[in-house]
């Protein structure tokens, strides 16, 4: 299947586009390079059934989400005009919020009339700069440098084989859940660590989507630092977490330790574990390159777009040190795999669409992709890829 037919296919081209529009086709090759990385999975672990390009459409089938553009889905992030480009932003926290008269240094009784005001008198790098210094979630948008791999690995240590293995996972939000979920499917037992006072966050969303993520994982709280905490640290084959790097080891948790011991630590961060960049799936996808003009603006393309690249990325990375035996600190970034999902010369933001092919809908109203090799249903987001 080429690209165009996959990305019909994920359910997340239903997901992109304007509310009253089409739906519409992004840049690069996402749905592509996920199902590469599938393939991988596969390969690794070769008996499991492990889901299709269906993933980048599985929270908007639980969480109802449909395409909103110029917002993202879940509708905390857009992009904004500045004097020379663009920025993205999300509003998703409270927190975040609460920062914005600090970011446009004035009052802001709106919060998205006063950031688009900010944007459109700024330069880009002056807005992005700002927003890193704020440690808010977003930055320059197709500004990000493709020099850097998507996952960094480095071996530390060695861990013999024993059985299934035990995987204890400290992140939050989708990425990280998805990728220990993988890991679960490929038979490895896995314990899910919640601290009392940061509780597992995909519970204050859709609750079929968090059981769907953590279907068949084990739930403990333990406050970072605690000795079961450590104890359980020490006897994980792989670790996973989406902290940054400075927290964890204000927390006393010290990764090359660790993996020195025998444990595969894989470190999920919005730009890499050398930098403190703050994101999520719709801002990080966005700095990449996700995103299609339309008209004017530029659009979010699908639902968190870096959440579920990543979560594949980060459960080959482990599946690979698995299987080689060996104890590795791997350094995912989402930021960088969501460029790599780009390919390697993916068009300009301000030239998608320019492919040949056309989105028609039929007198039921579906829609359905049409390219030189035929026509393809536009497929809905499914719960269960």
Do not use: K, Y
């Not at 993202?72 to 993205?88: E, M, P, Q, Y």
């Not at 071996?155 to 989708?174: C, I, N």
């Not at 000795?227 to 670790?239: F, G, N, Q, R």
């Amino acid at each position: 299947m080429g690209e165009l037919e996959l990305w019909a296919a994920s359910g997340a081209m239903s997901l992109t586009g304007r509310p009253n529009g089409p739906p519409l086709a992004g840049p690069g090759e996402p749905a592509g390079w996920l199902a590469g990385r599938l393939a991988e999975l596969a390969d690794l672990s070769p008996s499991t059934p492990f889901p299709g390009v269906g993933l980048l459409g599985q929270r908007a089938a639980h969480t109802g989400f449909a395409r909103r553009g110029p917002w993202s889905c879940g509708g905390a992030f857009r992009a904004l005009r500045t004097r020379d480009g663009h920025v993205g932003l999300s509003l998703s926290r409270p927190s975040d919020t609460a920062l914005v008269p600090a970011l446009v240094q004035a009052p802001a009784d709106d919060p998205w009339v006063a950031v688009t005001a900010w944007a459109a008198r700024s330069t880009t790098r002056e807005a992005a700069a700002r927003i890193l210094e704020l440690g808010m979630p977003g930055g320059a948008v197709a500004a990000v440098d493709r020099t850097r791999d998507a996952v960094r690995t480095t071996t530390l240590g060695h861990r013999r084989r024993t059985g299934p293995p035990l995987v204890v996972d400290l992140s939050a939000l989708w990425a990280g859940p998805l990728s220990t979920a993988l890991l679960a499917r490929a038979g490895a037992r896995v314990v899910a660590v919640e601290t009392p006072t940061r509780p597992d966050a995909t519970r204050t969303g859709s609750p079929s989507f968090h059981r769907a993520l953590r279907h068949g994982t084990e739930r403990v709280v333990l406050p970072l630092g605690s000795p079961e905490l450590t104890a359980l640290l020490a006897a994980a084959d792989v670790v996973v977490e989406s902290a940054r790097a400075r927290a964890m080891r204000q927390a006393g948790v010290v990764a090359e330790d660790l993996v020195a011991a025998g444990t595969t630590w894989v470190s999920i961060t919005a730009a890499g574990r050398d930098r403190d960049d703050v994101g999520f799936g719709d801002d990080v996808a966005a700095r990449a390159g996700h995103v299609v003009r339309d008209g004017e603006e530029l659009l979010p393309v699908g639902d968190a777009l870096a959440d579920p690249l990543t979560g594949v990325a980060a459960a080959v990375a482990a599946l690979r040190a698995r299987t080689r035996g060996t104890a590795e600190l791997v350094d995912v970034s989402m930021l960088h795999v969501a460029a790599d999902a780009l390919g390697p010369a993916h068009p300009r933001a301000d030239r998608v669409g320019a492919e040949p092919h056309e989105v028609v809908r039929d007198r039921g109203g579906r829609w359905w992709l049409v390219t030189d090799d035929g026509r393809f249903p536009v497929v809905d987001p499914d719960p269960a890829p």
